[in-house]
């Protein structure tokens, strides 16, 4: 008795002293939602619909169906931080998606805790901070920056048009972010993941990004490249550049976003250029009005024709508190080509309710 309550003290003592030496946050999204996408699909002169209803669903943050249509990914996560001294600081972030969709497109992360971020920092206040691991890409800061409706998981953005090359997250990354010099900073991402036997299978990428952010403006630019082997041949080469910024001017905030991306395989060659603007206005201390239009082409492979890809996005906030909120959300996008006499055409609307801890 006397040794299992002198464990216990211990226990208690070296559970004090790390409590001491470090900070951990717990921090998570709940957000559910009732939404509703119909598609469009015309071909050789023939038009098929199809309308999708998702009630209470809580998104994976796909955006591509109505099932994973919510205004923001369900999560939780943990942060942790310590004082390293010397003006070094250690930290790690560990996040999961609630994965609590039943449909077929949540495939096998429906009842699971799927891994959002799983990496670990070290910084420092002169030289700036190294990070490896599970982490966002650095392409995403670039379309953040444009975007007025806070990358939200319904369709009718350029974020969710499919005009992006670049994953969401990672496993592989290392980053180094410098320190913010007159509001300008610099970043520099790269990921690798080769397997050799007698040939290299595998995917390299690499990132660059240079952010301004002072004031009433917010600038972000940022280039992606990757390269995907199988057995010793180059089957993708995908090239990407993002420049995104807004601009506060009190009652209304402005967001401009050009994207432009292309595949440097001969072979595979597609092309992507779309630019999209949007406003931001807060008209109560509770109600915040978001709205956002693009436009762009998209040619699929090297042997395709050209398409008209087009989108537009209204979505309104009531803020409870800072934690809890509705939203309503509606958006529209199409793909049209003339040459192919093909189109795809969709439109959603949803309503729901947000809380974040």
Do not use: C
Request: glycine letters at 10%; proline letters at 2%.
């Amino acid at each position: 008795m006397k040794k299992s309550l002198l464990a216990l003290a211990a226990m208690g003592a070296f559970a004090g002293a790390a409590q001491a030496q470090s900070s951990v946050t717990v921090y998570g999204v709940l957000d559910k939602a009732y939404s509703s996408m119909e598609q469009k699909v015309t071909a050789s002169g023939a038009t098929t619909t199809t309308t999708t209803t998702t009630t209470g669903g809580s998104g994976n943050g796909g955006g591509g169906t109505a099932a994973s249509q919510n205004y923001q990914t369900e999560r939780i996560g943990f942060r942790g931080t310590e004082d390293l001294g010397g003006g070094l600081t250690a930290s790690f972030n560990l996040e999961m998606r609630i994965g609590t969709l039943d449909s077929a497109d949540s495939g096998t992360e429906a009842d699971g805790l799927p891994l959002r971020q799983s990496n670990i920092s070290i910084a420092s206040k002169q030289f700036g901070s190294i990070t490896v691991g599970r982490q966002t890409a650095l392409m995403e800061n670039a379309f953040g920056a444009g975007n007025s409706s806070n990358q939200n998981n319904f369709i009718g953005t350029l974020y969710y048009s499919g005009q992006k090359f670049n994953n969401s997250r990672s496993d592989r990354l290392v980053t180094y972010a410098s320190p913010v010099f007159n509001g300008f900073a610099v970043a520099a991402q790269i990921g690798r993941r080769d397997v050799k036997t007698t040939t290299v299978t595998g995917q390299d990428e690499m990132s660059l990004s240079i952010s301004y952010a002072q004031g009433p403006l917010t600038v972000n630019v940022t280039h992606l490249r990757e390269e995907t082997k199988t057995a010793d041949v180059v089957t993708a080469k995908p090239e990407a550049t993002v420049a995104g910024a807004n601009y506060n001017f009190g009652p209304v905030a402005a967001f401009v976003t050009y994207a432009q991306g292309k595949n440097a395989l001969t072979s595979v060659a597609n092309d992507r250029s779309a630019w999209e603007v949007g406003a931001r206005a807060p008209v109560t201390k509770a109600v915040t009005l978001q709205a956002s239009t693009y436009r762009g082409t998209d040619q699929v492979t090297a042997a395709a024709t050209k398409s008209d890809v087009s989108g537009y996005q209204f979505s309104a906030l009531y803020n409870f508190s800072k934690r809890t909120n509705l939203y309503a959300v509606i958006g529209a996008d199409e793909t049209k080509n003339d040459t192919a006499g093909t189109k795809t055409q969709r439109s959603t609307y949803g309503v729901g309710a947000r809380h974040t801890f």
